[in-house]
């Protein structure tokens, strides 16, 4: 539904921090499914672990915070310019099985909370049929002048 371009629209990441590639469902507000293809040329992987290369947890949880990012409708989140949704809260992630080189992720979020603030997505990041990680996500709206 949306490539690596037509990502690069709407979020603010870009390589080697941009984790979502492709997005093959998306529902403005509601639902989406992602795609990131792990490369063992990520500049994470020389020292985590050189021997046995792991995708870091909080970089899991990073895929799916982009990919909530474009859940949350264009008219809601980005056409302020002074305005950021940033993570505010992770609760209950889990790590089940470790992400490898060569893995593609399927990132699966959805909104289970919504407001004129804050969001909140549950997340399913998953390698075929094997659940790898999951857990929900809580953000919200700041003024850039606020951080900055």
Do not use: W
């Not at 080189?101 to 390698?127: K, Q, R, W």
């Amino acid at each position: 539904m949306m490539n690596l371009l037509e990502i690069n629209k709407r979020i603010k990441q870009r390589p080697p921090f941009q984790m979502i590639e492709r997005v093959i469902e998306l529902e403005p507000n509601v639902s989406a499914v992602g795609i990131k293809n792990v490369s063992v040329n990520e500049p994470y992987f020389v020292g985590h672990f050189p021997d046995a290369p792991i995708m870091p947890g909080v970089l899991i949880i990073e895929c799916a915070a982009q990919l909530c990012s474009l859940v949350i409708s264009p008219e809601n989140a980005a056409n302020d310019e002074n305005k950021l949704y940033v993570l505010l809260k992770v609760r209950d992630f889990k790590f089940l099985k470790p992400v490898i080189p060569g893995d593609t992720l399927t990132i699966s979020v959805n909104c289970t909370m919504a407001s004129a603030s804050a969001y909140e997505f549950s997340a399913v990041i998953s390698v075929g049929d094997t659940v790898k990680a999951k857990g929900s996500m809580l953000f919200t709206s700041m003024d850039k002048n606020a951080i900055y």
